[in-house]
């Protein structure tokens, strides 16, 4: 079982031992070297697959703070705007696959180039969601800051978000009143 049984190649059991080693490295090989080949091909046949890059026009862009502005436009923007700067790996599948959908994800849930679209009632909800996020440090996605270091947010600057949609969300409230 196992070996490769009645071969019998030289003289004796000892040499028989080697004979079998040398047969299973040797398949080894040729697996490994069709499991690349495979993995090749899958790689260039995945290239066809391309992302859509979009970036529609920028409506409605969210009004804050130069210093909010600056950091949600540094850690967000990416993928939370129509505004997203697509890096080359951009154009690499299978990675442009996982971009593109926080790209799609991310727009979907939040659109900071689309925010003056949104009812009151979103852009309070929208906002303390925004905070939250920030604040436990969800947001930006760590995936996204190991290629974007200068993305991660200091403390101060967690903070200083978490403020600002407070803030944000008590001005609607008397916007709203009057
Ligand atoms: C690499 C892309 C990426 C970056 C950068 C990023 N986000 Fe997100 N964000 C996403 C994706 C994708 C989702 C949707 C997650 C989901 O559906 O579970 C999301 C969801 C959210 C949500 C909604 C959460 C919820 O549960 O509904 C908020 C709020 C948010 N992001 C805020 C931010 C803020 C603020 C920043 C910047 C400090 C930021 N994001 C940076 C990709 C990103």
Redesign the pocket.
Known sequence: MGSVGPVTCGSGAESNVYFTKGLKMRSFKKAAKIGALVLVAALAVAQAFRIEKTNPPVQSDIRADASVKHI?KR??Y???SNETVWPWYSNVAPVSWLIAD??N??RK??NFSEWGNYPGGTQKR?LE??GE??AEGN???PI?TIMHRN?S?SQEERSH?KNWTQEAVAKLATNSTN
């Open positions: 949600l850690s967000c990416d993928c939370h926080d790209v994800g991310g849930k939040v929208k969601e925004i996020e920030v947001m930006p996605l996204y993305a947010l978000i």
